[in-house]
């Protein structure tokens, strides 16, 4: 057998940072000497949203999904040791994308790099913010001039950089199918190009630098077959889009470059070792077509359904990357579906239905049009409803959880409290109390620097104007000024944004036929109410803390309607002093608590202790997240009266589960249901 010429590997990276940036620094360190070849960072929720670790908000959330990073002395000790000229880094930031790009370049000075060599990307979609992910902070507009701004900025000084990763990922997590998730990450990239294209920073000549250096991150879910035709239509269609549009003649800067995350929404707390395969498959889909196949790969690990993975799991998912790379023989072949008439007809019927999509968001006025008047979020809404009834029917199986429930007893999960890595509480009093001494020391030897103010000053007076931010706020990352600081200046100039839920515009998913699950809670719900004597139930959602993955409260609160109840749901990023006096405000006759970042054993005892303070015992507590077993045991001592993790996937059942705690609060007989 002759040998063949092997194509090089793609990026391998592991999406990681927590704690503290010492401890996500040795993480990093310990990755790149086991073989990975790009660093990908993870940033808490504080540093994504713009506050400081001591901001109320930020309670309960600092160090637990990402790393904080408040100033220029975290970010040196981010990257402590590790050679910036020499690495390919992704950051997962968006609506502080710029100043965490300033933080970095002001460090890599520091270092001694050559500016112009640095690489890597940052990830800067804020249209997936405000549809699915939820660390938005500005409104549209001054969104969009940060991200172009940032884009013109690194075309002129950091050539290799990557400004934006439009971002396709969250949307499929959101409930998108494969259609959406190609229509609406092709909008948002025609909004940014236009919005760079008219601002007159970028010459028309340069529009190809710019067209070459949009990177996209997307999705790959576990039916691989259609996944990999969707990152063919993908390519089709961006290449048609950059030709047509913006009259883009070179092929090289035309070329769809993405990287991947693999799906975790299919990830299970159930039967948690299938997790394994799907994440084999997800893989599979991004690279086993050579003409389609990722420029980076990151997967996630099996246990991330449980909670924060350990490094051994880590190391586990990077295994199954190099295994394929090196062990086996795909990259020694041209493309293997080259010719496939099934995989030409369904690449076809993609590109179709995607650009007439594409098409219709375009006569609302673009992404941005249609993100304000909320049409992309009910999509959404709506999609992902559809497809909660297929699993809660059986229709969709998920093996473990609808399908094959029946299991060995798993040795993995044994001792559960071992299965994941828990971020110790104590971190985040000790990032505060190093952010306090950033803030008294920061103008003393040996930082020097200049009084913050007069930066933050300069950053104002930019944001009034048409000035190019990015240079003002490079002068703020060197006067040591906090992420904090710098948005809290942004948020005085352009004001908060809160997005549009979709709960409301959402269509009924499930129907109420008589003798139908949904119609034996609707019985109950409006017989619950006739006990109480009230016209309706009133159930609040509330979403604490700065998690923002908010698909979760949205699908119980459209069920919760579609069974009856008024539902009192104000969007995300709220205090727990906000959701009680909301739910007192409202009279409402339960409250559910929505988390996935770990700040529940924080958050929820504070709401039930304000809820007891005011004399609303008989207000019950419902909590629903990421809550690992222990956690949750503690919640429901606290006086939570019922918990709901992954596994629970039949949510008109969780809903009738709330009418029982809302008559057991209110000392009525338990309801008997038809068997």
Not at 50 to 58: K, R
Not at 555 to 582: H, K, M, N, S, W
Request: some cysteine; overall charge negative.
């Amino acid at each position: 057998m002759t040998e063949r010429q092997k194509d090089r590997p793609w990026l391998m990276r592991t999406y990681a940072g927590h704690s503290t940036a010492e401890a996500s620094n040795e993480l990093y360190r310990r990755n790149l000497a086991k073989g990975q070849t790009g660093l990908s960072v993870a940033f808490d929720l504080p540093t994504q949203t713009g506050y400081d670790s001591d901001h109320v908000l930020a309670r309960g959330e600092v160090g637990r999904v990402g790393v904080p990073v408040a100033h220029l002395g975290d970010m040196r000790r981010l990257f402590q040791d590790i050679p910036l000229e020499q690495m390919n880094t992704s950051m997962t930031i968006n609506a502080t994308a710029m100043w965490l790009l300033a933080l970095y370049q002001v460090v890599a000075e520091e270092q001694g790099a050559d500016v112009t060599k640095l690489q890597g990307t940052t990830q800067n979609d804020i249209v997936k913010e405000y549809l699915s992910r939820g660390t938005h902070v500005f409104p549209p507009g001054p969104s969009l001039r940060l991200t172009t701004d940032m884009i013109a900025y690194t075309v002129s000084h950091i050539p290799k950089w990557n400004p934006i990763n439009i971002c396709s990922y969250h949307l499929q997590e959101a409930g998108a199918t494969p259609v959406q998730e190609i229509a609406y990450a092709m909008s948002t990239a025609i909004a940014v190009l236009d919005a760079v294209r008219d601002s007159g920073q970028v010459p028309p000549e340069r529009m190809g630098d710019v067209v070459g250096r949009i990177s996209f991150f997307v999705n790959a879910g576990v039916r691989f077959i259609e996944e990999m035709c969707k990152m063919h239509a993908f390519g089709r269609i961006w290449d048609t889009v950059t030709r047509e549009r913006y009259g883009i003649e070179n092929p090289k800067h035309r070329r769809f470059r993405y990287g991947v995350q693999v799906n975790s929404l299919g990830l299970t707390e159930a039967q948690p070792e299938n997790n394994v395969q799907r994440i084999v498959l997800e893989m599979l889909a991004v690279t086993l077509s050579k003409d389609a196949r990722a420029r980076a790969v990151q997967l996630p690990a099996w246990n991330e359904a449980l909670g924060l993975p350990r490094p051994w799991d880590q190391q586990w998912s990077l295994r199954i990357q190099q295994v394929l790379a090196y062990e086996s023989d795909l990259l020694e072949y041209e493309d293997i579906f080259e010719g496939s008439k099934v995989i030409e007809a369904k690449v076809e019927e993609l590109v179709a239905e995607a650009t007439a999509e594409i098409e219709r968001i375009q006569e609302m006025g673009g992404a941005m049009a249609a993100v304000e008047s909320g049409y992309l979020k009910s999509q959404l809404v709506s999609s992902h409803a559809a497809r909660r009834a297929r699993i809660e029917s059986g229709e969709e199986r998920i093996i473990g959880v609808n399908a094959f429930e029946g299991t060995e007893p798993n040795p993995l999960t044994a001792d559960l409290d071992t299965a994941i890595q828990t971020v110790d509480p104590a971190v985040e009093a000790r990032v505060i109390a190093s952010l306090q001494h950033w803030r008294d020391t920061r103008y003393q030897p040996p930082f020097n620097h200049p009084r913050p103010c007069k930066a933050l000053e300069k950053l104002k007076e930019a944001a009034r104007g048409t000035d190019n931010l990015m240079e003002a706020t490079l002068e703020c990352a060197r006067a040591g000024v906090t992420t904090g600081e710098w948005a809290g200046a942004l948020r005085e100039v352009f004001g908060e944004f809160r997005a549009p839920t979709g709960v409301s515009s959402a269509p009924v998913a499930v129907t109420a036929e008589e003798g139908s699950a949904l119609s034996e809670v609707r019985r109950k719900v409006e017989l619950t109410a006739k006990d109480l004597g009230v016209g309706k139930l009133r159930f609040l959602v509330g979403k604490p803390g700065l998690d923002g993955h908010s698909n979760g409260a949205e699908q119980i609160a459209v069920r919760a309607r579609d069974a009856g109840f008024e539902v009192v749901y104000q969007g995300i990023r709220l205090t727990p002093e906000q959701i009680v006096d909301a739910a007192l405000a409202e009279d409402v006759h339960a409250v559910g608590l929505s988390i996935l970042s770990g700040s529940h054993a924080q958050l929820v005892p504070d709401v039930l202790e304000r809820l007891r303070v005011a004399g609303a015992t008989d207000i019950p507590v419902i909590a629903g997240g990421i809550i690992p077993s222990g956690d949750a045991e503690q919640l429901r001592a606290a006086g939570v009266a019922a918990v709901f993790t992954p596994k629970d996937f039949d949510i008109t059942g969780i809903i009738g589960r709330i009418v029982d705690e809302i008559r057991n609060a209110n000392k009525l007989d338990p309801l008997e249901v038809p068997a």
